[in-house]
């Protein structure tokens, strides 16, 4: 091969591999807005269809207008304590490992969005489930055989000769709107005093608004 011949030759591979660095940088462009410095992503299943939670990458990006107001009338809508008695208060990083076991096939947690149908309609977390706290709550209307139903279908509880078993019980991480909702810790203390452990009970404080103020991704039934 004479010399003018290589050089062309060399030049063709550069060109080629030039294009190829470049279309890998592409394919693997990194996100702009990580979860944290070594997780981007996370890949889930909601109601059967697929769903990647990641921060919105728009870094002009806004919270809804859902969220955006500061006040709202107490009661109901009183700020919340950090923690619940004896219950674990978690945030979005262990929200998504939940939801990350889940998703590996982990079906001894669940993640449980406790407001109404209409409110979850406008967004929820994805991968969780909707149960609507006044389900559980007694003084709400809630009746022993819709707690039933929900306990042996939704939160692996045995009854066995009227007997309650909460050995398979699953753990579950509960939430609604943020730290001025009431519904979560409601629903958590109502579970409490119809015997559900309490060291399976995790309760997400920050809820929607916390989770929509860092961009996390939103399904709306």
């Given at each position: 091969?004479n010399?003018?011949?290589?050089?062309?030759?060399?030049?063709?591979v550069?060109?080629?591999?030039?294009v190829?660095?470049g279309?890998l940088?592409?394919?693997?462009?990194?996100?702009?807005?990580?979860i944290?410095?070594d997780?981007?992503?996370?890949k889930?299943?909601h109601?059967?269809?697929?769903?990647?939670?990641?921060?919105?990458q728009n870094l002009k990006?806004?919270?809804?207008s859902e969220?955006?107001?500061t006040?709202?009338?107490c009661p109901?809508?009183?700020?919340?304590p950090i923690?619940?008695?004896g219950?674990?208060?978690?945030?979005?990083i262990?929200v998504?490992d939940?939801?990350?076991?889940?998703a590996?096939g982990?079906?001894t947690?669940?993640v449980v969005?406790t407001?109404?149908?209409?409110h979850?309609?406008k967004?929820t977390?994805?991968?969780?489930?909707?149960?609507?706290?006044?389900?559980?709550i007694?003084?709400?209307?809630?009746?022993?055989?819709?707690?039933?139903?929900?306990?042996?279908e939704?939160?692996g509880?045995?009854y066995?000769?009227?007997?309650?078993?909460?050995s398979?019980?699953?753990?579950l991480v509960?939430?609604?709107?943020?730290?001025?909702?009431?519904q979560?810790?409601k629903?958590?203390?109502?579970?409490?005093s119809?015997?559900?452990?309490?060291?399976?009970?995790?309760w997400?404080?920050?809820g929607?608004?916390a989770?929509e103020?860092?961009?996390?991704?939103?399904v709306?039934?």
């Open positions: 091969m010399e003018k011949l290589l050089k062309h030759f060399n030049c063709a550069y060109f080629c591999v030039f190829l660095c279309s940088n592409v394919y693997a462009n990194p996100l702009k807005v990580m944290t410095p997780r981007g992503e996370l889930i299943r109601n059967g269809s697929p769903v990647v939670i990641r921060r919105n990006n806004r919270i809804t969220f955006m107001l006040s709202r009338a109901p809508h009183c700020l919340q923690k619940l008695k219950i674990e208060t978690v945030g979005e262990e998504l939940y939801l990350q076991r889940r590996d982990d079906n947690v669940l969005d407001r109404s149908e209409s979850v309609a967004g977390i994805p991968g969780s489930v909707n149960i609507f706290g006044d389900l559980l007694e003084e709400r209307g809630a009746n022993p055989i819709t707690i039933e139903v929900i306990f042996t939704q939160f509880v045995e066995q000769k009227g007997r309650v078993n909460f398979k019980a699953k753990t509960l939430y609604c709107y943020g730290i001025w909702c009431g979560g810790p629903t958590v203390n109502a579970l409490v119809l015997g559900y452990p309490k060291n399976k009970l995790k997400y404080r920050g929607m608004q989770w103020s860092v961009g996390l991704t939103v709306k039934e």
